[in-house]
């Protein structure tokens, strides 16, 4: 006899997944064996925000669907804060959750699809035994397409019932066709390239998810362009010479400059949000802004140019206009050439704090640079802390760069987004970076982690409180004791959970790092890095004064 639970997963690992993450509960138990028989592999979490947290990881390093396996009610309502940074993020995720009975509500029960639907989530319930196999694939095919996390409900009373459907009925596209170039727009757009003296190409997440880096960088040398990405796409650029880095708040002081001189400003695949546009502060005012994106209407108000499409179609189309027009290559290339070998962070200079016992954060983010493995994936929490990974940390590509809460705002998803980056890219190291408030909330995942048995590098910026709560209101009325909490000794915790750990205070603190890489980096290293409190990242300083109406403290 083929159960309910048995059809999910045989259909599941037929269509390609290969891995899950979750919580066992009495909705879920029998599905998840269900998913291991079959040959999908399963790691257990020890909260099911942790899980979903690691699916959505996993999506971003592999740009596959994982799935996120929950029980019913509490189990579910657990994964509201990774779920809805999945939701921002546009994680395909597939969330395998216990339901309701089909017999109606209990007096425990929640109405999970208000919970769903308040999160943006569409549900799938497998209410009906002659087309569970359907169900699921259509589930997992619209994450896919789709690029969104989707709940499939497995009504609690049905989960060992017989199901008789062999075969899933319908077929259900595996990708989303590519959207074309809209004409009228890649017009205008090229209108505007012919009167570009300093063109600029901003590439976002959705040019790396359509696999449009070599044709933007092709596009980019016909014009004689620079490049620079949002913060969620860095390292699409890593190959040429001439990519300014990170656009919007976290850009280098010098790169900056440069992204203010472009006069044609072609963002592929950005949301053009606050932060990539720095509050509109980034650009010249002049500038002509295209926005090219598969959205009907244009995300920024600051937007000139709309060209909906793919971003390889469109960069495509712009491309073969480029060369049908014969459009002049600028100079602007050639015109800073000399300017070009000193543009990063690490080229400006900043005034030490530290103590005897607390280690100045940037001295420690820009030492580490120089130690950290080459092949790696970048997790980070959110929080104050961010902003010195973010100025001194490179990553090789996009999938390399997991930056877990940003798109949500919140912390705490650090540890379980290193598990999910750590399953999905087992052949790079894992450096995960959190505050020691995020690190505290999601504390429960470093186990997790541990027990994966893969290399990863743990660095915890420890200043005994909330940063970005003391920068911002230290001095505005809020009360000290809800935003300090003293030391925490995260290297013990770490040890007694059965990792390699070390306190640090100093640079000279730092050699454990080489000392595990030179024994093969196996397992995880974490550093608990007691460093000054009130040090402001200096790429959040305009951030301090929209919030406060003030300038920033000490900063960089």
């Not at 949002?230 to 976290?250: I, K, N, Q, Y």
């Not at 120089?370 to 929490?381: F, H, K």
């Not at 490179?394 to 877990?404: C, E, G, N, R, S």
Request: glycine content about 12%.
């Amino acid at each position: 006899m083929t159960t309910l639970a048995d059809a999910i997963g045989q259909t599941l690992a037929d269509d390609g997944v290969r891995h899950a993450f979750g919580v066992v509960a009495n909705g879920n138990v029998l599905a998840v064996a269900a998913l291991t028989q079959h040959g999908v592999s399963y790691l257990s979490a020890r909260h099911e925000g942790g899980a979903v947290t690691m699916a959505d990881a996993y999506y971003r390093t592999t740009g596959e669907v994982a799935v996120c396996t929950t029980g019913a009610g509490p189990g579910l309502t657990n994964t509201a804060t990774g779920l809805a940074d999945a939701v921002k993020h546009s994680s395909g995720l597939l969330l395998l959750c216990g339901d309701l009975p089909t017999t109606g509500p209990r007096r425990i029960d929640v109405d999970q699809d208000i919970f769903l639907d308040s999160l943006g989530v569409p549900v799938v319930r497998l209410g009906d035994l002659a087309t569970v196999r359907t169900d699921t694939l259509r589930a997992l095919r619209m994450a896919r397409t789709e690029q969104r996390p989707v709940a499939l409900c497995l009504p609690q009373d049905l989960i060992t019932a017989e199901v008789a459907e062999r075969a899933p009925t319908d077929r259900f596209p595996q990708r989303p066709p590519r959207m074309a170039a809209d004409p009228a727009g890649t017009a205008a757009a090229l209108n505007a390239l012919a009167a570009a003296r300093r063109p600029l190409i901003l590439g976002g997440l959705g040019a790396w998810r359509s696999g449009a880096a070599k044709t933007l960088v092709e596009l980019g040398d016909q014009l004689g362009a620079l490049y620079t990405t949002s913060a969620m796409a860095g390292g699409l650029f890593a190959a040429t010479p001439w990519s300014l880095g990170v656009c919007g708040g976290f850009a280098a002081p010098r790169a900056a400059e440069l992204i203010g001189q472009a006069d044609v400003v072609l963002a592929f695949g950005a949301s053009l949000d606050q932060w990539t546009l720095a509050d509109g502060k980034i650009l010249a005012p002049d500038a002509v802004l295209v926005q090219v994106d598969t959205g009907p209407v244009p995300t920024a108000s600051r937007v000139d140019i709309h060209l909906t499409g793919d971003a390889t179609e469109a960069a495509t189309a712009l491309l073969d206009g480029v060369r049908a027009r014969l459009l002049p290559r600028t100079t602007w290339r050639e015109d800073i050439e000399d300017r070009f070998s000193d543009l990063g962070w690490i080229h400006e200079r900043f005034e030490e704090t530290h103590t005897d016992d607390r280690i100045d954060p940037r001295t420690l983010t820009l030492h580490l640079s120089g130690l950290l493995p080459e092949e790696r994936t970048l997790v980070t929490d959110g929080g104050h802390f961010v902003g010195w990974p973010a100025m001194y940390w490179t990553v090789p590509d996009p999938a390399a760069y997991v930056f877990t809460g940003a798109a949500f705002q919140s912390i705490g998803l650090g540890f379980a987004g290193a598990v999910g980056a750590a399953v999905g890219r087992p052949d790079r190291t894992t450096v995960v970076a959190l505050g020691d408030g995020g690190a505290l909330m999601g504390l429960s995942e470093l186990e997790t982690l541990i027990r994966t048995g893969r290399s990863a590098l743990v660095v915890i910026y420890d200043d005994g409180g909330y940063g970005m709560e003391v920068v911002l209101f230290a001095d505005r009325g809020a009360d000290p004791a809800s935003m300090l909490f003293g030391d925490t000794d995260f290297a013990g915790a770490a040890r007694a959970l059965g990792a390699r750990s070390a306190t640090v205070r100093s640079l000279a603190d730092l050699e454990v790092v080489q000392d595990w890489q030179a024994q093969g980096a196996e397992g995880v290293l974490l550093l608990d890095c007691k460093v000054a409190p009130g040090v402001v990242a200096a790429c959040f300083s305009g951030l301090t004064t929209l919030i406060t109406g003030r300038p920033a403290g000490r900063s960089q």
